[in-house]
């Protein structure tokens, strides 16, 4: 009976679980832990009465012992970005605020899913998502740990050009590589659409491309701010794509996705190129780069690193 935990049933646990049960079929239970157990025990009440209308699953609350066999475990169990105070567009920090208070939330929960799960892939959603991987991975003394990295900023962008060319999203393909956050990388030299350069399709748009560029930048950078500041939360886009991760995990796709991943040439996690199925990230390579994409990845690298650093030190021994 495959299982799978959330950790951490928050407005990102529940978009979760409602996509777990809405996609179907991939696991067979689904056991929500949180801090707040009435929390927990009302979500997994609310999801419940949905089952009967879902491919079989059962949805409940439960203790980390009832983590015990989960074949994934999602932690979203955190701050984010409004209760950690992270919503300003000019602060070059973004969701690396959140790293103290979360990476001692991490430091309370990580032994305690690997004692009950030990062979589990755990996932990290919670930001800043790579750093807390660093963390996680340390925790748990294995490699099968990932962070859902720019997946979300990948799908942003391909959502944002499509708009500018005029073409349904799925049709187009654009990657964000590096941190999840300020840092991130979009490759504008291999997006496409079509097999064509965007680059060459929006210099038919009419606006300077460089403007387009800027702007498109923009909104993919602080979409998670947008969001907040309208609804509080950034929550269903993540839901869905936490959902698909878990089910590449489940089914080994071996999915070619832009998620995060220890590497060990940067000596940290972040996101490139990440082949995604059984066991987690089993390979990973860099795409195609310019050369000012490339450097951008350095900067984000050196980002990622001081960053992991913050994140280590709440361990006892600092590293
Ligand atoms: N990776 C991404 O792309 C992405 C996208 C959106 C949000 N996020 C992040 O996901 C996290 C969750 O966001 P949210 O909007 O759901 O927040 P939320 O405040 O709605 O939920 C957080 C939940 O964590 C629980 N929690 C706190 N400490 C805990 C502990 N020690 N043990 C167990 N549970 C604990 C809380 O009780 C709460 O239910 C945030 O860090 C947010 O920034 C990441």
Same mark, same amino acid.
């Given at each position: 009976?495959?299982?799978?935990g959330?950790v951490?049933?928050?407005a990102?646990? #529940? ?17 929500l ?8 025990a ?11 209308? *879902?491919?079989?699953? +059962?949805?409940?609350?439960g ?7 989960? *074949?994934?475990?999602?932690i ?14 000019? $602060? ?8 103290? /208070?979360? *990476? +001692? ?7 305690? =899913? ?5 062979? #589990? ?6 930001? @800043? ?10 925790? #748990?003394?294995?490699?099968? =740990? ?22 349904r999203? %799925?049709? =187009?393909?654009a ?15 291999s /997006?496409?659409?079509?097999?064509t ?9 009419? +606006? ?5 560029r800027?702007?498109?930048? $923009?909104?993919? %950078?602080? /979409? ?28 080994? +796709?071996?999915?070619?996705l ?21 066991g ?7 795409? /195609? ?26 361990? @006892? $021994?600092? #590293?």
């Amino acid at each position: 009976m495959v299982k799978v935990g959330v950790v951490g049933v928050g407005a990102v646990g #529940a978009a979760t679980v409602l996509s777990l049960i809405e996609r179907g079929g991939m696991c067979r239970e689904i056991v929500l832990v949180d801090l707040d157990s009435r929390r927990a025990a009302g979500v997994a009440a609310d999801m419940r009465y949905a089952t009967p209308l *879902a491919p079989t699953v +059962e949805v409940r609350a439960g203790g980390y012992d009832d983590l015990a066999g989960a *074949a994934v475990v999602i932690i979203t169990a955190g701050l984010n970005e409004k209760s950690g105070g992270a919503t300003d567009r000019s $602060d070059p920090e973004g969701r690396r605020r959140l790293i103290g /208070a979360n *990476a +001692e939330i991490y430091a309370g929960i990580v032994p305690r =899913v690997v004692a009950a799960a030990p062979e #589990a892939v755990l996932m990290v959603v919670t930001d @800043p998502p790579d750093p807390l991987a660093v963390l996680t991975r340390r925790l #748990a003394g294995h490699d099968r =740990v990932f962070s859902t990295g720019t997946l979300i900023d990948s799908l942003r962008f391909r959502v944002h050009l499509a708009d500018r060319l005029k073409v349904r999203p %799925r049709d =187009v393909q654009a990657m964000v590589v590096g941190e999840h956050g300020t840092s991130e990388v979009l490759l504008w030299s291999s /997006a496409s659409a079509g097999g064509t350069p965007v680059l060459d399709l929006l210099a038919r748009c009419g +606006e300077p491309v460089d403007l387009i560029r800027r702007e498109i930048e $923009d909104d993919i %950078r602080f /979409a998670n701010i947008t969001i907040i500041e309208g609804t509080g939360a950034s929550q269903y886009g993540i839901g869905v794509v936490s959902a698909l991760l878990v089910e590449a995990v489940l089914r080994d +796709e071996r999915a070619v996705l832009p998620v995060a991943a220890y590497y060990p040439p940067y000596e940290t996690t972040l996101s490139l190129v990440s082949v995604l199925g059984a066991g987690g990230v089993q390979q990973m390579f860099e795409p /195609a780069m310019s050369e000012d994409e490339r450097a951008g990845l350095e900067r984000s690298v050196v980002a990622l690193r001081e960053a992991a650093e913050r994140a280590l030190a709440v361990l @006892p $021994d600092g #590293a």
